[in-house]
Nanobody, 126 residues
Framework: QVRLVESGGGLVQTGGSLRLSCAAS????????TGWFRQAPGKEREIVAA????????YYADSVKGRFTISRDNVKNTVYLQMNSLKPEDTAVYYC???????????????????WGQGTQVTVSS
């Protein structure tokens, strides 16, 4: 069992920055790929970024490429999402997620993840 807790969300103006954290407990989190997803009201949950268990490979959605950075600290069992140059369309609840299997490659789809955090709200004002 992997338990995930997101933090770091809040209200920020357009162009501002936030850093989200995904703290894990339970099984060896350093062995799990991790994805960040977001869901805006009335929209489907979509992937934002993902990172392999080692941190060696990352993925970004086109909408955030060049503005967001995903990273991890396996000593602290934490994955981060640094969000810069925020736009109103980035407003959503942000979730981190981990797949069922250790050492699995990250998935770009929600179906590829078994463990989810409770989410943290990010609101970008115009």
């Amino acid at each position: 069992q992997v338990r995930l807790v997101e933090s770091g969300g809040g209200l920020v103006q357009t162009g501002g920055s936030l850093r989200l954290s995904c703290a894990a407990s339970g099984r060896t989190f350093s062995a799990y790929a991790t994805g960040w997803f977001r869901q805006a009201p009335g929209k489907e949950r979509e992937i934002v970024a993902a990172i392999t268990w080692s941190g060696g490979t990352t993925y970004y959605a086109d909408s955030v490429k060049g503005r967001f950075t995903i990273s991890r600290d396996n000593v602290k069992n934490t994955v981060y999402l640094q969000m810069n140059s925020l736009k109103p369309e980035d407003t959503a609840v942000y979730y981190c997620a981990a797949p069922a299997a250790q050492y699995a490659l990250y998935s770009r789809n929600t179906q590829g993840y078994q463990y989810w955090g409770q989410g943290t709200q990010v609101t970008v004002s115009s």
